[in-house]
């Protein structure tokens, strides 16, 4: 478990170090600069004397990628923070999110967001789990300061998803549309094996099939679109065993498909907020449609396509279910 440190007005701020007990009882320190271990009663690495640095009012553990992380554009988060609770897409992947934590995580109580941008998907775990003890990671700190006002309980901190510096830490560990935006995606599913409880679980959404492919991808600097078998490959690699892998934002696909071939026609007058300012009744009956998908998806129908990919795993554990589900 992490030490409590210091408290930097509401924000709770834990050593870098991470702690194992060791079968003789002794508890030991990882630095997560250099990977040397060392008993926890000394209070700095003696390998490389490093201690992580607040920056902004974060933890940073990678302070050379909190302004220009690449995988995203930093100046997104205001318009997403002013337009995602709104969005159809936002709101319904939220409420999918919110049902997979409470079927496959039920009684979960320490949580992990990869990714948490804003803090929208955040916020929503906190109100429908709010004896959970939560911490999120952002490799921006500017994404930071939205989700510390949104969530001011949680504990907040500036990493690299390929570096985590937590292990056999928590019970569930979520990164929602994330792993996409970084090339090493296989490194990061190693890590979060790596920072999850034996049988704690894994939650993950990811933009599906490259046909899909539009300058909206390239707007959001993503590195692939997951098919079905390469997402399961990956996870599987990594040591997890997947409960559920399924497709969503399917009943919406063919308005999707003809949406992404309307913007490759026309890329040279491409605007990615159109996808956000959509008039109010469109916006609400295609709530009203993924809240439908969703509804079935809950009732055991795996979708054969969907612009979006869910999945949930577990470490290690056994799966009782088809590769399908």
């Not at 940073?60 to 159809?88: D, I, K, R, S």
Request: aromatic share 10%; charged share 20%.
């Amino acid at each position: 478990m992490y030490r409590r440190c210091i408290s930097l007005c509401r924000l709770q701020v834990f050593c870098f170090c991470e702690t194992h007990i060791h079968s003789g009882g002794e508890t030991v320190k990882r630095c997560t600069a250099c990977g040397t271990t060392r008993s926890s009663a000394e209070e700095y690495c003696s390998a490389c004397s490093f201690i992580p640095k607040v920056r902004e009012g974060f933890v940073t553990h990678a302070p050379q990628l909190m302004h220009e992380g690449g995988g995203f554009e930093a100046a997104y988060f205001p318009v997403l923070a002013e337009l995602e609770a709104a969005n159809f897409w936002f709101r319904a992947r939220n409420e999918l999110i919110l049902w997979a934590l409470q079927r496959y995580c039920g009684g979960f109580k320490s949580y992990l967001e990869i990714g948490c941008g804003t803090g929208y998907v955040l916020s929503g775990v906190a109100q429908g789990f709010p004896n959970a003890n939560l911490t999120a990671s952002e490799i921006f700190t500017s994404g930071l300061q939205f989700a510390s006002q949104r969530v001011p309980q949680a504990t907040l901190l500036q990493m690299d998803a390929r570096d985590i510096p937590y292990r056999d830490e928590f019970d569930v560990v979520g990164a929602f549309d994330v792993v996409e935006h970084i090339q090493e995606d296989e490194a990061v599913l190693a890590q979060v094996h790596a920072a999850l409880k034996p049988g704690g679980h894994l939650l993950l959404t990811v933009p599906q099939h490259q046909w899909l492919w539009s300058p909206s991808d390239d707007y959001a600097r993503h590195e692939r679109r997951y098919s079905a078998a390469e997402l399961q490959r990956k996870v599987e690699s990594a040591g997890f065993t997947v409960l559920r892998s399924g497709s969503f934002v399917s009943l919406l696909l063919p308005l999707m498909l003809v949406s992404r071939l309307a913007s490759k026609r026309k890329a040279s007058v491409f605007d990615p907020l159109d996808e956000f300012k959509l008039p109010l009744w469109l916006n609400a009956s295609l709530y009203r449609l993924m809240k439908m998908e969703i509804g079935l998806i809950k009732l055991g129908v795996n979708f054969p396509a969907g612009g979006s990919r869910f999945l949930v795993a577990q470490k290690g554990t056994v799966s009782t279910a088809t590769p399908s589900r």
